[in-house]
């Protein structure tokens, strides 16, 4: 399922699906050039029109641009930077500009349909140079749309400019509730939200405390929570939960399987959660979890 979403500052109209590919995993050594390229495709199959990268991906970028050579009409795809460019102090205007223009050539997508500024803190944006890189890039059609992927004090502020900014990426899932009202209100601006981390990496998959501590903090919270999803499994609860906040226009799901994307198409297809299971998930967080801030 995908709406046609006409974007903050900007006559841009582009189709995003209730489901985004996180295209992270695509870095992953074990997956092939032809198995990365089926995993596009297939998600192409399943009518995911969004696809999500960054600068920091490794391989990501080019895998999928060349994945999705010849489908542009097909796909919106985001990728993040404003660091790693040699020669280009990180988070200067001219560490986004030149991000911008390299990106373009690995996505082989002119111009690229997002650019997001990728968890810089408030004191780098309030500056001003790295925002209005962002701006001219747009400006001179190099970027259609631009944002901010990040938490914190950084995403409020981007929440607030919207002469700036056409999308917010955040953590949002049932253990990352922190930025639902952010996310409400910035519906209201006509901002476009993506949703990263909607299965909170999953953790529910652990019976005890996992090394890896971005899947032990929510395994942590998980517990913490206490709240039982029966007579749904986890992964369906959270991702119904997710897609259907007042404000996400799609939820991001990174995998390197076509059968774990395909699920989570098949879940969310199956509509928002009952009001009540919904408001009992809000509730259990505003009792266990107030203090628990957004990941990046």
Request: aromatic content about 8%; overall charge negative.
């Given at each position: ?15 995003f ?31 995911v ?55 373009i ?37 190099k ?69 890896r ?26 991702l ?57």
């Amino acid at each position: 399922m995908a709406t046609a979403t006409t974007t903050a500052n900007t006559d841009v109209t582009v189709i995003f699906s209730e489901v985004g590919f996180g295209a992270g995993g695509l870095d992953d050594p074990r997956l092939s050039e032809a198995d990365a390229e089926r995993l596009v495709s297939a998600a192409l199959d399943l009518g995911v029109t969004v696809f999500d990268t960054a600068r920091s991906y490794g391989a990501s970028e080019e895998r999928l641009g060349r994945a999705l050579r010849g489908v542009r009409d097909r796909a919106v795809v985001f990728t993040k930077g404003g660091y790693g460019i040699e020669g280009a102090a990180d988070w200067t205007g001219a560490a986004v500009t030149r991000g911008i223009e390299e990106a373009i050539v690995r996505l082989g997508r002119e111009p690229l349909d997002g650019f997001l500024l990728h968890s810089c803190d408030l004191q780098t944006l309030e500056r001003g140079d790295v925002p209005l890189a962002l701006v001219r890039a747009r400006e001179a059609g190099k970027v259609r749309l631009t944002g901010y992927s990040g938490e914190g004090a950084g995403l409020a502020w981007a929440a607030e400019r919207r002469e700036t900014f056409s999308v917010l990426e955040c953590s949002l899932s049932p253990l990352d509730q922190a930025n639902l009202a952010l996310i409400a209100r910035a519906a209201q601006g006509d901002f476009c939200v993506l949703a990263k981390r909607p299965l909170a990496n999953a953790p529910w998959r652990f019976a005890t405390r996992p090394d890896r501590e971005d899947i032990a903090v929510y395994w942590d919270r998980l517990h913490a929570l206490g709240f039982d999803p029966a007579p749904l499994a986890w992964d369906e609860l959270a991702l119904r939960f997710t897609a259907f906040q007042p404000g996400v226009t799609t939820a991001l799901v990174g995998t390197t399987r076509i059968e774990h994307l395909a699920s989570a198409v098949a879940a969310v297809r199956a509509g928002a959660l009952p009001v009540d299971v919904s408001e009992r998930l809000r509730g259990a967080f505003a009792a266990r979890g107030r203090g628990w801030p957004g990941l990046v």
